[in-house]
């Protein structure tokens, strides 16, 4: 069985944030086939633009993996992240033409900008590393959480979208986030009492700005 850590606990201390995160309504909507196709679209082509500005993050997380890591794995786990991002655009590109969505003209809308300004504030140096890596765990794991669940027994997912929920919720990326969340503990482990702190707050932060982001595809800002 997997060791309960730190993490653990603060997903149960914010649990109904957890919840909002990675339950959201439009992924249940996915899950039960009553989702607006608009807002899939909406999704689509602001999560584009999401990805275009979360690649230099995690490039800046390899970099500290490699500087900031007495563990020479968590580069290779990192360096498996941006691998996967290079799938993931060339993804995005075909999902954009199949549902006609011009990504050069779409907007990043409020929600999407507050969340590029957070990742650009994390990438300074003055951040500390298990904050670093408890923000990446959670914005990975949100999507693995969500996009799982859309494919659960019982789903009634269109099977034009099941590509997106497979993208993030097969089992190489839940192995991928269960190795990110490793990462994260192994760091909090030997953290202060302060960074402990910065990283519960960064935790409740990244499922905030998900929760929003999720609003914003529904349409609600
Ligand atoms: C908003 C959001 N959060 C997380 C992911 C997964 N990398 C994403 N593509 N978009």
Redesign the pocket.
């Known amino acids: 069985m997997e060791k309960r850590g730190v993490i653990d606990t603060w997903i149960d201390k914010h649990r109904s944030i957890y919840t909002a995160a990675t339950r959201h309504a439009f992924v249940v909507s996915i899950r039960d086939g009553s989702v607006d196709l608009s807002s899939f679209r909406t999704w689509l082509g602001q ?1 584009y633009l ?2 275009r500005r ?1 690649v230099p993050f995690v490039a800046s997380v390899l970099i500290r993996a490699c500087k900031d890591s007495g563990e020479s794995s968590d580069m290779e786990v990192v360096l498996g992240g941006i691998a996967s ?1 290079n799938d ?1 655009i060339e993804w995005f590109k075909r999902e954009g033409s199949k549902w006609d969505v011009d990504f050069s003209t779409v907007v990043p809308q409020r929600a999407n900008q507050e ?1 590029g300004r957070f990742l650009e504030d994390l990438m300074s140096s003055e951040v500390k590393y298990p904050v670093i890596m408890t923000a990446f765990w959670a ?2 794991a ?2 693995q959480e969500s996009f799982a669940h859309c494919l659960e027994d019982g789903n009634k997912t269109p099977v034009e979208l099941t590509g997106a929920c497979h993208r ?1 919720g097969n089992d190489g990326f839940k192995q991928y986030c269960s190795s990110v969340k490793n990462i994260a503990e192994r760091c909090l482990e030997n953290a202060s009492g302060e960074v402990l702190g910065e990283a519960e707050d960064v935790l409740v932060r990244v499922l905030e ?2 929760v929003a ?1 999720w609003e914003m595809s529904r349409g609600g800002q």
């Open positions: 999560d999401f990805v979360f991002l993931e969340y914005i990975e949100v999507y993030w700005l998900e982001f």
